[in-house]
């Protein structure tokens, strides 16, 4: 699928001939992308993930890769919803976020740079069946506390090098049974907590692609 996409950059120029200073402004340009698109027999539901007013999210490998469900709030704004290619903002979910997340791009100057992370996001995109999916890590059960370490809640989160220096819990998609028994211990100390617990679950259907060990202290 084509889409064009807009995006800025930063130019500089000088105002006049004998003008010495230069100045600055914000130029519009835009870009022809392309998001691949197959179907469900190209690719093998590896994962399934559901969390509690979050629709079901796939994982699904295509060429090696592991790609998940794109995901926004529904117009009641009660649940999260997997996004369609027919309906979702092309400009936003390339562009938006990409400068949302990196704000260099309010100073580049170079519309080179520019464009080419706008078609390095566009690759990470692929449409399965009319369903828009993006390149994910694996999902992982989180266990997070809150700044002073007495609020506790249950979550699945994915992959990330932030992991690995986070003060929170981890644990792989086969470590369910872990992660719950560590969570319901901590909530044993709280008796104003709520267990959610079983509304959370990723189910694997290829155990394969579970890579991460936790390192959770015993």
């Not at 130019?11 to 006049?16: D, F, S």
Request: net charge negative; hydrophobic share 35%; charged share 30%.
């Amino acid at each position: 699928m084509k889409q064009n996409i807009l995006f800025t950059y930063t130019e500089e120029y000088l105002p006049t001939p004998r003008c010495r200073n230069i100045k600055t402004r914000e130029v519009t340009a835009s870009v022809c992308v392309n998001i691949e698109e197959c179907s469900k027999e190209d690719t093998t539901l590896v994962m399934v993930v559901k969390k509690p007013h979050w629709e079901t999210r796939e994982i699904r490998v295509f060429e090696g890769q592991l790609y998940r469900n794109v995901q926004k709030p529904s117009r009641d704004i009660v649940s999260i919803v997997n996004q369609k290619a027919e309906s979702i903002n092309w400009q936003n979910h390339i562009w938006s976020k990409l400068r949302a997340t990196s704000r260099c791009f309010n100073k580049e100057t170079d519309s080179e740079i520019v464009k080419n992370k706008v078609t390095e996001r566009a690759s990470e995109l692929l449409i399965i069946d009319g369903m828009v999916f993006e390149k994910t890590t694996e999902p992982v059960y989180e266990i997070y506390f809150s700044p002073n370490k007495k609020g506790v809640g249950l979550n699945i989160n994915y992959m990330s090098d932030f992991i690995e220096v986070s003060d929170d819990l981890y644990f792989s998609a086969l470590e369910r049974k872990e992660c719950l028994d560590t969570y319901k211990h901590i909530l044993a100390s709280n008796p104003y907590a709520e267990d959610y617990s079983d509304l959370f679950n990723i189910d694997v259907l290829a155990p394969e692609y579970v890579k991460y060990k936790s390192h959770n202290p015993k």
